[in-house]
């Protein structure tokens, strides 16, 4: 595993492809099972654009969620693609801060594996809430920066309708659930807005949608040509992949319960592998910055006050 900012940079483009809902040739393993007796779904253009129309829109609102709901998270390092064993395991309650995401260190079971330590990182957590919950002209500043990024990320996912061509494949089942497969092509008509854009051109895959609930149960991507990263520094090499699986994990709240990166690239003039899998669990809500101050305070055994007193 090799980190530094091609891996950054490398997922970040990779997040932001699932958050658009992009997917690859389907892995044989996790490959879902045909059900030739299923209904088959609308077939007529306006329907197959009513529900991708609203998929997408409750993509956007599963995205804002991630704000609000707590986690634990374990990302296994993998040399290969194909290496069974991790050479490397980071298991983190993820928290949302308001203005970022607190990981902090859990033990395999879930537990912390040195009280001191994660009491010391509750308490960074409660200073970080503390000021995101303010109302200060730096914290007004951070909130104007992230409200610009969630429109950008927003007009992302809603760039797909337009960038790629839908095309039903099959009717599968997972879980006893019905699940419509739609290939995606990028669409040649397409006209990019910007660099982030253009490489809609060089993604191809599949998405599996759940149509009672119209939401994304499955995304996997191709990267079909070289993708330049981080101003022509490093680039992310054609057959790279990336999937995704999501599930309903709390009554309404679809979230990531896996994801897989498996990408090859060059960062000036070395080779680098990025094979990352992160598994998703236990969510829980904690809400925003003021909210989820209470529960870390109560957490740490501190008067509740007032959520803005330092």
Known sequence: MNSGPFHSLATMRARTFILM????????????????????????EAEKSALLDRVLNNQKMSDRAMDLYERVERVEQHKTSGDPLAADVKISRVVPAGTGVDHIPIGPDGKPTNADAYHAELVKLEKALSWAADDGHGQQDAYEKIAKKRKERDELIQATRTAFL?????????????LY???MEPNPAYKPTNRTTAIFAKVKGFVWIDPAAEQIA????????????????????????????????????????????????????????????TFYSQYRRIGAPKEALIAIRAELGMAVGNVADR
């Not at 040739?25 to 299923?38: E, G, N």
């Not at 101003?231 to 897989?260: C, D, T, V």
């Open 21 to 44: 809902a992009w997917t690859l040739l389907a892995f044989p393993a996790l490959s879902l099972a045909q059900d030739s007796a299923a209904p088959v779904p609308p077939q007529t």
């Open 181 to 183: 497969k739609y290939s």
């Open 218 to 277: 499955r995304v996997e991507g191709e990267v079909t040509g070289d993708i330049t990263v981080g101003l022509f520094l490093a680039k992310i090499n054609k057959g790279s992949h990336f999937m995704q699986e999501r599930y309903e994990m709390l009554p309404g709240l679809w979230m990531p319960s896996f994801s897989q990166y498996d990408f090859d690239g060059r960062k000036f003039f070395s080779n680098i592998s990025i094979h990352e899998r």
């Open 166 to 178: 839908y095309t039903f494949v099959s009717t599968e089942m997972r879980d006893a659930r019905v």
